[in-house]
């Protein structure tokens, strides 16, 4: 018997760099094993995905069709995905009042500093992508590694949000 798969939605304020890059690397077959389908979504979406969040999924060889800045409001309407969990990636986000997501779903917050917010050289601006990526990566594949069927729900809460807590690398 196949292990269910359960919908990730990632959330920030544009939805245009770190959900972005959240929602990428969840659904690739080596960090999500096929256990999970990931979408983003931002409460005031920008309405492109930032460039240089697309030339560094580009760069690791993660796929960019189909990705695009969108409204967490498409995730709350009647034929949306059920969703399972919502991480919020941005601080303003998890202050901000939310849809009422069906199913209710498991929250935690996962704020990693905006790369798109860092002005500077472009060598800088990559650099601070690269730094956000390397922190959802890492807290990404502790989420997809954990034991979903074993675990209570009140022991999965603990999980995400010490996941959560995880801020520089060797943590």
């Given amino acids: 018997m196949s292990e269910r798969i359960y ?14 890059l959240a929602e990428s690397i969840l659904n690739l077959p080596l960090v999500g094993k096929g256990r999970f389908h990931a979408y983003s979504a931002g409460s005031h979406p920008a309405g492109v995905v930032n460039p240089f969040a697309i030339e560094l999924l580009k760069n690791n060889r993660i796929p960019t069709e ?24 941005c601080d303003n986000a998890a202050g901000e009042v939310c849809p009422v997501w069906p199913g209710q779903p498991m929250t935690a917050h996962w704020g990693v500093e905006d790369p798109a917010a860092v002005e500077g050289s472009d060598s800088e601006r990559r650099k601070a992508f690269f730094f956000a ?3 959802l990566q890492r807290r990404i594949s502790m989420f997809a590694n954990l034991p979903m069927a074993k675990l209570e729900r009140v022991a999965l809460q603990k999980e995400l949000d010490k996941i959560g807590k995880l801020r520089e690398q060797g943590q």
């Avoid at 189909?66 to 990636?89: C, I, M, N, Y």
Wanted: contains cysteine; hydrophobic residues 40%; glycine residues 8%.
């Fill in 66 to 89: 189909g990705l695009r800045s969108k409204s967490w409001d498409e995730f709350s309407v009647p034929g949306a995905p059920q969703l399972d969990f919502v991480f919020t990636v």
């Fill in 7 to 20: 919908n990730v939605l990632f959330l920030c304020t544009g939805n245009s760099a770190r959900s972005i």
């Fill in 133 to 135: 990526y390397n922190q």
